[in-house]
């Protein structure tokens, strides 16, 4: 399924923005794959998991293409609501500046009734 991340309103440009596809990797194991406003690319890999009312994809980079020479790492972790119809992603990344994994973005998504 493709999955396209835009912060902002519609028709708004915002200072980021990424499009990309989840796809089922084998039984368990999901990727996403993704193409930044920045020029970099992404590949990111993990497993859901399954919890009361909420499904949890945590997923770990496994490659990233950038432009310049700095390294960096990311994880992401996206928490499904069906029953309240919510999508959550958290954004973690690490630079060489600051290697631990820090929150960096954090945004929800809303099911809107037609």
Request: charged share 25%; aromatic share 6%; net charge neutral.
């Amino acid at each position: 399924c493709a999955l396209p991340i835009s912060p902002g309103k519609r028709g708004e440009i915002g200072m980021f923005s990424e499009n990309g596809f989840l796809r089922c990797v084998g039984n368990e194991e999901i990727e996403l794959s993704l193409a930044h406003s920045s020029g970099s690319t992404e590949v990111l890999r993990g497993y859901v998991t399954e919890g009361k009312d909420v499904f949890v994809a945590s997923l770990d980079s496994t490659h990233i293409g950038n432009s310049s020479e700095e390294k960096q790492r990311t994880k992401r972790i996206l928490e499904v609501s069906p029953k309240l119809g919510i999508l959550t992603d958290t954004y973690l990344m690490s630079t060489a500046a600051v290697p631990s994994l820090t929150e960096h973005l954090k945004v929800a998504y809303t099911k809107k009734s037609r």
